[in-house]
């Protein structure tokens, strides 16, 4: 198959085909340019640029899309990434591609970086991967074979949920002592009354939903001693945007639980296909006795069910109260690929050399430890 690689490096260009590449971001929210085109208005630094590659067939049907940025790094060079890229925990992201002729893609993707853009860049570092991501690990291995260095490390976990057809089968799935808890919560909060679940379902909804994302959040954090989302001051413009762009597409489930009319806690989840995503919460940390955060994620879990959900998806992180639903986990990666050139090579080899002696010392330091505490010094 001839397949003809376009870079798109403007932004008007990218939006004329955001209907095409929606098409090839299938259900995945995080995938879509409602999100990734978004994220680029309000986190692009000084320096970085649009690095889009999309690749067309005879037909000049847009069949694969890499919803890349360039940015310039002092020492790693001229860096490639995913666009909703960082602290924005962007989940699933990936060249995107049709299926029927993914591999026919990959070859040319490769082929296009080491030759016709082969002196564009100096390295791919793509984090937070899904494990099971072929399209991703067929271009390291199509890169690695061309000469270019691919490295692959392993980094937190997602966390995936298969819902079953109702809540009381969910709920029975739990541990007795939970199961009790559940229905005693229920009892005591949602059939009493105390506790009404708000939905934004318009412009209004979302001002006031994420002003109690954002003071719930952020509190939260505060009272763990971190600084939280909103800390970036980018964070609060993107979400906004993002919330009304997937609110027009009946993507967006912004709800926050309100107990005895005070706010106790809230989520920011997205809906693709069959599956809800679980992306931002709060929870007020004066009402942590009544456990607020559970009981907004048991109504949110029951609402899914029955609006037939199959799945929902926690993201990355590994707090303990999703294996106690039962979701179960998969590993994120890390692909960092150096381009062929002998600084680059370089480069690459200098920074694996300190990562290995950072994992030494840490490595180190854990056994002193433990040593340690085994001798009670």
Not at 34 to 50: I, M, P, S, V
Not at 144 to 168: H, K, M, Y
């Amino acid at each position: 198959m001839q397949l003809e690689v376009e870079l798109i490096q403007d932004e008007r260009r990218l939006a004329a085909v955001a209907d095409e590449w929606n098409a090839l971001a299938g259900t995945v929210p995080f995938r879509r340019s409602e999100w990734l085109a978004t994220w680029w208005r309000h986190f692009r630094r000084a320096g970085d640029e649009l690095f889009v590659p999309a690749v067309y067939d005879r037909e000049r049907r847009l069949v694969a899309l890499a919803p890349w940025y360039l940015s310039r790094d002092g020492w790693h060079g001229r860096v490639l990434r995913f666009l909703g890229s960082g602290k924005v925990c962007s989940e699933y992201l990936s060249v995107l591609a049709d299926c029927p002729v993914a591999d026919q893609v990959v070859g040319r993707l490769a082929s296009w970086l080491t030759h016709e853009a082969s002196g564009k860049w100096d390295l791919l570092d793509f984090d937070g991967v899904a494990s099971s991501d072929v399209v991703l690990a067929r271009l390291a291995d199509e890169l690695s074979a061309t000469g270019c260095r691919a490295f692959r490390r392993q980094r937190e976990q997602i966390w995936r949920l298969t819902l079953p057809a109702s809540w009381d089968e969910l709920v029975g799935r739990l541990s007795k002592k939970r199961r009790a808890k559940i229905r005693a919560q229920e009892r005591e909060f949602f059939e009493s009354g105390r506790a009404k679940l708000q939905t934004a379902d318009d412009a209004r909804g979302i001002s006031q939903g994420l002003d109690v994302l954002h003071r719930l959040h952020q509190a939260r954090r505060s009272s763990l001693g971190e600084a939280g989302c909103f800390a970036l001051p980018q964070f609060e413009g993107f979400l906004a945007e993002s919330a009304l762009r997937f609110q027009r597409l009946g993507r967006l489930r912004l709800q926050w639980l309100e107990v005895d009319r005070r706010p106790g806690a809230v989520e920011f989840d997205l809906l693709g296909g069959d599956a809800l995503f679980y992306y931002q919460t709060g929870i007020e940390p004066g009402l942590a006795e009544i456990s607020p955060g559970w009981l907004l994620q048991a109504a949110s879990l029951k609402r899914a069910i029955a609006e037939g959900c199959r799945y929902f998806d926690f993201l990355r992180g590994d707090e303990a109260y999703k294996s106690t639903w039962g979701a179960q986990p998969e590993p994120l990666v890390q692909f960092r690929i150096a381009a062929r050139r002998p600084l680059a090579r370089l480069r690459h080899k200098l920074w694996r050399a300190a990562l290995e002696g950072k994992n030494h010392w840490q490595s180190t330091k854990n056994w002193a430890v433990a040593t340690c505490g085994k001798k009670a010094c």
